[in-house]
């Protein structure tokens, strides 16, 4: 009886000769496994939390492969099912909000205060259907709504022993991490491809100068026009989301050079390459690491 699968992740691809085929990580209760699967279009095989057998997996010197013809996609477990805990799920609404609760007790700033509440409100739906990756972290539905809370829970614990806190507006890193990749929204779609304005513009653009568009409303809203006060605070904030990856290498436009921006990076490092950590198998190549991951 062959083996089943559940799909951890998918990735579409064409080779030199036209030939569609996909890169599928899949898992079961022994372990993960890399299998790069021929003649299959982006309109069939798996998604990812789809189960699948196959009929024969070729092995390559550790590279594993099939086709189309060895491949048989099933159904999409429930919850009772002995593989569905292997896929990661969107956290439920609960946490998000009582997570939100408890990191706006720091703040003091009202009119943030109400933007973060509504703000919050409104993304919650929308990222627990996105991923936050094609592959290197959090690339799965709801991907994009976990990344964004583990940075959350992240500063609920870091925030009140940072070294110097007078130093830093809380407000402006809450902000920035709900908003810091909003641009994957407009980046993939919910299977996870990549759209043309992922390459146009890329996600940290898009993420910017949506968040920047909010930001002037709010406060010609509270003051009845912009004041200077107001496009300093603004320029803070959104000096965040473009700084949010750390180096120019990174594709970062600019480098962090407010505290708030710099542990907005740190932030997100942590949660993406903790999931990376997580999600790569046993003496596996992380890409985003640099390394193989060892299971202790």
Known sequence: ??????????????????????????????????????????????????LVRFLNIRDNQGKKSATNMDMIPGTFPTEGHPLYHLVPRPIKREEWDRCLEQV???????????????????????????????????????????????????????????????????ERIIVSILFHDWGKLCEYNIEGEKLENGYLLGHIYM????????????????HEKLTDADKREINFIVHCVLAHHGQLEFGSPVLPCIPEAQLLN?????????????????????FALGTNVIKG
């Not at 209760?29 to 982006?42: A, M, P």
């Open 1 to 50: 009886m062959q083996k089943e699968y559940i799909v951890l992740s998918r990735q579409d691809a064409v080779a030199r000769n036209n030939s569609p085929y996909i890169n599928l990580k899949v898992a079961n209760l022994e372990g993960n496994e890399n299998i790069c699967v021929f003649d299959v279009t982006k309109l069939s095989g798996p998604k990812v939390g789809q």
């Open 104 to 170: 706006l007790t720091f703040c003091k700033d009202e009119t943030l205060i109400g933007f973060i509440r509504e703000q919050a409100d409104i993304l919650f739906p929308q990222y627990s259907k996105y991923p936050a990756a094609t592959s290197v972290h959090h690339a799965f539905p709801g991907g994009l709504l976990n990344h964004t809370y583990q940075m959350l829970h992240l500063l609920e614990g870091i925030y009140p022993v940072y070294p110097y806190p007078d130093d830093i507006k809380v």
């Open 207 to 222: 993420s910017a100068n949506y968040l920047n568009n909010l930001l002037r409303d709010l406060y010609t809203q509270a």
């Open 266 to 286: 740190f932030l997100d490092n942590i949660s993406a390459k903790a999931d990376v950590f997580s999600t790569t198998g046993n003496m596996e190549k992380a």
